[in-house]
């Protein structure tokens, strides 16, 4: 069964960083657009960050220039770095996979199959 398993989620200060990783496994982690999408207490799962197989990357209106999403194909792994973190930053994070014909480029939940249990973020002000 595929399983995505994050972590590197913290409590922290407005303006510190993180680094959030998603291992991927039972799966050709190379085929697949993979995203990070957060979800705050009372508000709709957002997509923060993509990055296609051909390394295109799009992100978030929210975050851009503050974060940077990355992958590692030969060991599985997609990472989300966040800098200059915000309150406004918090939630529980998600990784995500999704056949690249479909999830292109895309920040819509609804284009990924595979899902992680997630990774919370608290940013405190």
């Known amino acids: 069964q595929v399983q995505l398993v994050e972590s590197g989620g913290d409590s922290v200060q407005a303006g510190q960083s993180l680094t959030l990783s998603c291992a991927v496994s039972k799966l050709s982690f190379t085929a697949y657009s993979a995203a990070w999408f957060r979800q705050a207490p009372g508000k709709e799962r957002e997509g923060v960050a993509v990055?296609?197989?051909?390394?295109?990357?799009t992100y978030g209106v929210a975050v851009k220039g503050r974060f940077t999403i990355s992958r590692d194909n030969a060991g599985n792994t997609l990472y989300l770095q966040m800098n200059s973190l915000k309150s406004e930053d918090s939630g529980m994070y998600y990784c995500a996979l999704g056949y690249y014909s479909r999830a292109r480029s895309s920040l819509y939940r609804d284009k990924y199959t595979y899902w992680g249990q997630g990774t919370q973020v608290t940013v405190s002000s």
């Open positions: 990055i296609d197989p051909d390394t295109t990357k």
